[in-house]
């Protein structure tokens, strides 16, 4: 710890030296989050405080570097047991003996997150380090994003980087073509994408192809070499396209993947959404998401597909969604908001209240609900809690 | 000899008010139209919104324009919760993105998005960049000339096409006869004609590369009781701008 401020400290006025010399831009910001569930008769909470530092420095004309450090620690509940919050079901399926492993463990955390160079020439860019990837029209899901699976109940919070090759050539003033590589141990390991952008009238369409290793386990068994549950490497293939535009005076967008998988069943991911902005200022959403992985029955979601889905390996475990958001700016520093996701499959709903209020010029409040209406043994029952998060984040 | 030169002499001095008087609501709102909208531009500007309470937030950032408004980029510069977002609108803010440098998304928005309010304030994206929207959304009707701010002024209604997206019903400008710069602008409620929403006044009107331009305006949201003033730091005309500064790929930058 002695060596990691130390690292710090010298770290800092490296930079400071260097900020002072006009050389490197540093900002980033403070987050203090609480954030608690009631289970049953007990109410738990869990804490957190992350500093993000962000580093950006234009070396010359057409060359930038950026980067960005992440310090997080946790308080209260660090250790969530998963099984909890599941059904009894469910829970018969853990083998005997491995209870304690299904636990979800907040530890602190301390890492690059990302950290690239850009060369802008007249004709193409090129991105090469760690970086964040964001794929897709969707707004809480993107069928072609195959790096990132977000949280629904937060589905703008920034995604983590990867390490990646990316080229994206400009083909005139309306598309542009992108190649990434995303580097694993072998080059069959390694995710490959191609991406054309173009736009006609009023609409942007895109079409892609990935190749990736799907990196999700099996949590039935246990690897005890890697303490950790058995991971079950496959081979993706996905051919995508996405549009976003205007139909009739609303915003519309769609977005569709078709999954080739090596070993088990393809599977095929499709999001059509709309949103609409009144004169009075209230923002409408309505999003639906269609995933062939997931199930439409709900007796039949079993310890894998609950686990995938908590761990964020998997995007959903029932089959067809819905996602509802109505924003309005109560003040002028105060935006309030309701996101309601139902699932169509299983007939469970969740409401999320939203709040966002502007502290000051650089300091924001964000604040959830989360109440869940479904059935014990459903994708958003109540069984699972119900629970709501505050956020303050201050940019400096 | 002499009473032809007494005739030009009056021809000339009437000329003005004759001219004046002849022009129509359209010439007028031609006239302006033209002025605002310049071949290219480059800005940079402070935003402050005054709250109902008192309070204060207040951003800077900088636009480029093109093709007389057609193509619009704004990039926040300040304060550090949304430094580098991003907006890009082309086709008169008939097709607009917005860049969000935390998660590198650029989200594609339809002409309604231009409702919303810029940061929180009283300007609208569309009262920011929509282009040559005074003629073709608005249909013109001179009113009776009126001082405003000073100014000797032409005024002239503006009513929203059947066929518009607009979001204002109608416009009330104030236009400065000596050089056709709308000085005061009312906006009207888009359900509901007779509501006054919200006056933009500005101030401050100096000539930059010989175009007259206010270096501050300041839009009183009448609805809310709030204000929001934006004063220009910088502005430069007819500047040379790339047409890959306006793609999705320079919004990123």
Known sequence: MKRLIFVLAILLIFLSSLAAQDKVEIFGYFESQIMGVGLESQFLQLFSNKLRVDLKSTVSDNITFAANFDYI????????????????????????????????????????????????????????????????????????????????????????????????????????????FSPDDTWRNSAK???????????????????????????TQFDYENMNFLELPERRQLLGASTAGELLGLGVWAEYAYNWMEDTKDFYELVVGTDYTFDFQTYVMLEYYRNTLGKTDYEDYNLNDWMRMLAFEQK????????????????????????????????????????NYSFSDNVEIFAYLNFNFGQEGKVYAKSMGNGGLIRARVYF | MKNMLISGLIFLLLTPILYSQELTGEDIIQEVNDLMNVQSSYGKAKMTIVTTSGQKRTFIYESWSKNKGEKNLVRYLEPRRVKDQAVLMLNNADDIWMFFPRTQRVRKLATHAKKQKMQGSDFSYEDMGSGDAFITDYSPKRLKDEKMEGYDCYKVELTRKPESDMSHSGLILWVIKENFYPVVIDYYDGDDPTRHEKRLVQSDIREIDNIPTAMKMVMYNKNDNTQTEMELLEVKYNVTLEDSMFTERSLKK
């Open chain 1, 193 to 219: 994408l191609l991406q054309l952008k173009g736009r006609i009238s009023h609409f942007d369409y895109s079409f892609i192809a990935i190749e990736k290793v799907w990196r999700f386990h099996d949590y």
């Open chain 1, 316 to 355: 959903a475990i029932s089959r067809d969604q819905v996602y509802v958001f109505i924003q309005h700016p109560a003040t002028d520093l105060l935006n309030i908001g309701l996101s309601s996701i139902y699932s169509i499959s299983d007939n469970s709903l969740a409401l999320v209240p939203t709040l």
């Open chain 1, 73 to 180: 620690t946790y308080h209260g509940k660090t250790k969530w047991d998963i099984l909890d919050f599941l059904s009894p079901e469910v829970v018969s399926e853990v083998p005997d003996g491995m209870e304690s492993f299904y636990v979800l463990p907040f530890s602190d955390r301390h890492f690059l997150d990302n950290a690239y160079i850009k060369i802008a020439f007249k004709h193409f860019d090129l991105t090469v380090g760690k970086q964040q990837i964001s794929l897709g029209t969707g707004y809480v899901w993107n069928p072609m994003d195959v790096f990132n699976v977000k949280d629904y109940l937060d589905p703008t919070y920034e995604q983590p980087g990867y390490n990646a090759i990316r080229l994206d050539v400009a083909l005139g003033s309306s598309y542009t073509a992108t190649a990434l």
